[in-house]
């Protein structure tokens, strides 16, 4: 199979043994670009996770990787967006699963809770994967809507201790309390400072 990433062009063997080599040099290359992985396009097939899976289950039938990447300032916005439009969608779910935990949980609360706790989990992984670079106050304009947001995102971290001791209890009155009383006003407020942050007037620069 050939691997390609920008110009360059690598051939490897089909074979589970070169799987560990291939993403070796994947991220090595992009490390030496100063770029990032956005996707993998597999024979026509763009993913976006998984990828080693992929490889091990199919492994005997790749021809092609294409190798799709985006600078920084393009994984800043992408990342800004997408919490953007999962806050969105969860800030009514919130409450009204801290209903169904008071009324009496089933086993479908339980799942969506199961779903929520994943989702924050993404949250504050998303935070950390672009928060760690020091000239982010160089990307985002407006940069302190950034740092009010981050401050929710340590609310939301310190809340998870509580939120994870009620689950673990089965407390399910005091779960209900902790979404509506904590929960929801914290995706709440990251909701209106991603807001802002998406704003067609507040720019992502593209400084990478």
């Known amino acids: 199979m050939v691997i390609k990433i920008m110009d360059i062009n690598r051939v490897f063997e089909n074979k589970n043994s070169e799987i560990s080599k291939i993403f070796d ?22 993913l976006y996770e998984d990828y080693y899976e992929y490889f091990i289950e199919n492994i005997n039938f790749i021809e ?65 994967n672009i928060d760690k670079y020091s000239n982010l106050n160089e990307l985002i304009s407006n940069y302190y809507i950034w740092n009010e947001y981050v401050v929710e995102i340590e609310e939301l971290r310190l809340t998870l201790k509580d939120f994870f001791d ?18 929801n006003p914290i995706f709440q407020a990251m909701y209106e400072k991603l ?3 998406n704003n067609k007037d507040v ?3 593209d400084v990478n």
Do not use: C
Not at 25 to 46: M, R
Not at 65 to 76: D, G, T
């Open 166 to 183: 009620a689950v673990r209890n089965k407390d399910s009155v005091l779960i209900s309390d902790i979404l509506v009383y904590e929960i």
């Open 25 to 46: 040099f994947i991220n090595s290359t992009l490390e030496e670009k100063k770029v990032f992985l956005k996707s993998l396009e597999i024979d026509g097939i763009e």
């Open 203 to 205: 720019n992502i620069k």
């Open 195 to 197: 807001t802002k942050m």
């Open 64 to 128: 092609e990787v294409k190798v799709n990447f985006q600078i920084l300032s393009e994984l800043v916005r992408d990342t800004l967006h997408s919490s953007y439009e999962y806050i969105e969608r969860a800030v009514p779910l919130i409450e009204a699963l801290s209903n169904s935990f008071r009324k009496g949980p089933t086993e479908k609360s339980w799942n969506e809770l199961e779903n929520l706790f994943s989702g924050i989990e993404w949250i504050l992984e998303s935070y950390s």
